[in-house]
């Protein structure tokens, strides 16, 4: 399978009333997509509240720019991270795809961004929580790392070396 044929994650820094990560995962034509406050860690035992929001169109992966006031999510967007990824759970005995691991509420998947890399898993909240969220968590392997911390030390677009307050601004470059 070539690198265009597989499907992709992406993550966008959104600065709306509240900075987010919209962490967005391909799955059957759209971006199944959560809201993660504080970001991805790197580090396997921290877990990052994500809540699921709607689904967006696969074109929004390349979107960065600025939404205007007065809309949904008003604020700047940039591509945090993007790149292909892997469904680690068709791998398991049970040999789930996307969406019945989405439905069963256990998505693993292997990462191969410019930021992340490696296993990353979203948990379902138990009953009685919030249906909307979930838990973001590195899942221990080669490419976990308690030290990194790529959200404080790597801030800005992977595609255009922005930043979220470059975006707000209306800067070219
Ligand atoms: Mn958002």
């Known amino acids: 399978m070539s690198a265009a044929d597989r499907p992709i994650f992406v993550i966008q820094k959104h600065a709306a009333s509240s900075l ?4 967005r995962l391909e799955i059957d034509g759209v971006l199944v997509s959560w809201a993660v406050p504080k970001g991805p860690s790197t580090d396997p035992r921290v877990k990052r509240l994500a809540v699921r929001t709607e689904d967006h169109p696969l074109d929004y992966a390349d979107f960065e720019g600025k939404i205007p006031k007065g809309e949904y999510g008003a604020g700047a967007v940039i591509v945090w991270d993007r790149g292909p990824y892997r469904n680690l759970m068709a791998e398991k005995k049970d040999a789930l795809d996307m969406a019945q ?12 961004g410019e930021k992340l890399q490696g296993g ?3 948990i379902h909240a138990e009953p009685g ?18 030290r990194r911390n790529p959200v404080g ?3 800005d677009s992977i595609l255009s070396g922005k930043s979220v307050k470059d975006v707000a601004a209306g800067k070219d470059e």
């Open 20 to 23: 987010h990560y919209d962490f």
């Open 101 to 112: 691991s989405l439905e069963a509420g256990h998505v693993e998947v292997w990462l191969e």
């Open 120 to 122: 990353f898993a979203l």
């Open 129 to 146: 929580g919030d249906e909307k969220n979930w838990l973001l968590v590195k899942i221990k392997d080669a490419e976990a790392d308690a």
């Open 153 to 155: 030390t790597e801030p």
